[in-house]
């Protein structure tokens, strides 16, 4: 069985990050603004993998979450 511990610390690291990203994503919109196509389709900038990585992030706090109580996405 993995270390609790250690997992309930990597959750809190991991949403610490989504947290910033939070607030990065929101100056940028107040000093750029950002459409709709930005947001889904940016090539360049902060948003370019934004919703991939911020994806990838809140999905692994689930699954830590699940691993620290015992229970199952399923």
């Known amino acids: 069985m993995a270390d609790i511990e250690a997992l ?10 989504m947290l910033e990203m939070q607030r990065q994503f929101i100056d940028y919109e107040h000093q750029h603004g ?3 196509k ?3 389709a940016s090539t360049e900038g902060l948003l370019v993998n934004y919703r991939h990585e911020y994806m ?3 999905n692994r706090v689930v699954d830590l979450a699940h691993q620290i109580v ?3 996405r399923l």
């Open 38 to 40: 930005d947001y889904w």
């Open 8 to 17: 309930k610390k990597e959750k809190q690291e991991l949403i610490n990050k």
């Open 70 to 72: 015992g229970s199952s």
């Open 34 to 36: 950002i459409s709709g």
């Open 56 to 58: 990838a992030l809140a």
